[in-house]
């Protein structure tokens, strides 16, 4: 069994900073991509950012230059560091990895894609 668990969200007024972190636990054999995305309400849920094993980067278009997507392999934890919010980052974030669990006698399982609980981001003007 495998869970990922957001933590960071919040209420912060327009122009101010939130960190999200989510961390993987369970039978893990490896984690490859992570990432976050958001829905806001009435809306379809979008990509924020993703970042590769590799620690390559992708970010939409409205975020680019505002948030900051990074990893910590050792901690299977992924956070992102959002700047100069607006009231339309607000969202509920959900964290989402592709991971592979340990299977009997610890080989690995195929890949799995699985998603966290969800964070409520809020930004007032």
């Known amino acids: 069994q495998v869970h990922l668990v957001e933590s960071g969200g919040g209420l912060v007024q327009a122009g101010g900073s939130l960190r999200l972190s989510c961390a993987a636990s369970?039978?893990?054999?490896?984690?490859?991509?992570m990432g976050w995305y958001r829905q806001a309400p009435g809306k379809q849920r979008e990509l924020v950012a993703g970042?590769?094993?590799?620690?390559?980067?992708n970010y939409a278009d409205s975020v680019k230059g505002r948030f900051t997507i990074s990893r910590d392999g050792a901690k299977k934890m992924v956070y992102m560091q959002m700047n100069s919010l607006k009231p339309e980052d607000t969202a509920v974030y959900y964290c989402?990895?592709?991971?592979?669990?340990?299977?009997?006698?610890?080989?690995?399982?195929?890949?799995?894609?699985?998603w966290g609980q969800g964070t409520q981001v809020t930004v007032s003007s």
């Open positions: 989402n990895a592709d991971i592979r669990e340990r299977g009997t006698y610890g080989f690995p399982r195929s890949l799995s894609n699985y």
């Open positions: 369970g039978s893990i054999f490896s984690v490859n991509a």
């Open positions: 970042i590769t094993s590799s620690d390559s980067t």
